[in-house]
């Protein structure tokens, strides 16, 4: 890929070639799953040397590992709505609509399943969900702070609760969560919160 | 495999068979995942004749189907402890116990792989969880005609209520559940359930 000079910035074309490859990669497993994963096959549908592939991820579960790294840096950055309820529930939409979507969906059950039998890539999957929890905790910690839940809760817990629902029906049924089943999450963990149920005594 | 005329009964020798195919099968996808599962090492390791295998069973799909039958029939009937927060800890502890058994949580983690790309083993997956939610969905039933939970609750969303934070647990950080956390789950479902949460209105 060329530019005019003065066009593209230090680390520009580094950048493009990353941002290639890793759509590629999650073409590839979103399609055909984890087991179809070839880094010569990614190389040739990102249009990018097969050398430079091997080089800057060395092997699948390298290339697994920064995609979902990838995935966490663009995730979308919480919402604040005021109360803890309204939080919880822009969170499960948020989840509900990544895992309702289909390339995203099959994804997510793609790196799923990969990480049941690779180390590496559950790694990086347990890395993903503490970035993701670490940047909607403050919903709850706010909600203990303004005395809508109790002292002591878990943020941590409940932010988890949210999803739980969600990717437990998507992995169990093969169906992905409607809307109504993320308000319901929301709803669960507000309530199970509420109650004291992960608040450390 | 032979014995003493008189002491098989009738369909004796093939529920043998199917128990040690069973077996084998479940010690692969244990051990080694879905991907490595093959049915003339299945009848290898069962000591079973490998046209048996494969005229009985036909496929490795057609093996982990039979499996996750299996597993329905043999599991556990559901408790009952008199109140509907009893009843759902002793189901979060039974699912708890399930998923930190090392063989039954690799089992449980390598079906559920094998269902994100394989139509006939997520098919075979829901039917196992409608027959456990099934079994179970009469203590949220009784709780409802005791008083205990508000009319219109759906049972069935109350026992995968249950079940979602523990699977959660185990596909997204791989580590299984601990007994603390079964009662946290059960604790959560049914504060939900008390707050009408799962009631359709």
């Known amino acids: 890929m060329s530019a005019e000079p003065g066009t593209v910035r230090p680390g520009g074309r580094t950048a493009r070639v990353r941002a290639a490859v890793l759509r590629a990669a999650g073409d590839v497993l979103a ?6 994963l070839d880094l010569a096959d990614v190389a040739r ?13 060395g092997s699948v579960t390298g290339l697994v590992a ?6 966490a840096e663009q ?31 099959a994804l997510f059950r ?10 590496r890539t559950a ?6 969900y503490e970035i993701r929890v670490a940047e909607w905790a403050p919903c709850v910690e706010q909600g203990v702070a303004r005395g ?18 969600l990717y437990y029906a ?11 089943a993320a308000d319901r999450a929301a709803r669960a963990a507000f309530a199970a919160a509420v109650a004291g149920v992960y608040a450390t005594p």
Chains 1, 2 share one sequence.
């Open 75 to 105: 995730s979308l950055p919480r919402e604040e709505t005021g109360t803890v309820l309204g939080d919880l529930r822009a969170n499960a939409r948020l989840v509900q609509r990544t895992l309702a979507d289909p390339r995203q969906g």
């Open 170 to 180: 998507l992995l169990t049924t093969g169906t992905p969560p409607a809307p109504a």
């Open 148 to 165: 809508e839940l109790p002292p002591g809760t878990d943020a941590g817990e409940v932010v988890r609760a949210v999803s739980a629902p």
């Open 123 to 128: 790694h990086a999957l347990r890395r993903f």
């Open 45 to 57: 549908r990102a249009e990018v040397g097969k050398t430079t592939v091997y080089r800057r991820w």
């Open 110 to 119: 793609a790196v799923i399943a990969a990480a049941t039998c690779d180390e």
């Open 66 to 71: 920064d995609l979902l790294a990838d995935m």
């Open 31 to 36: 399609e055909h799953g984890f087991a179809h």
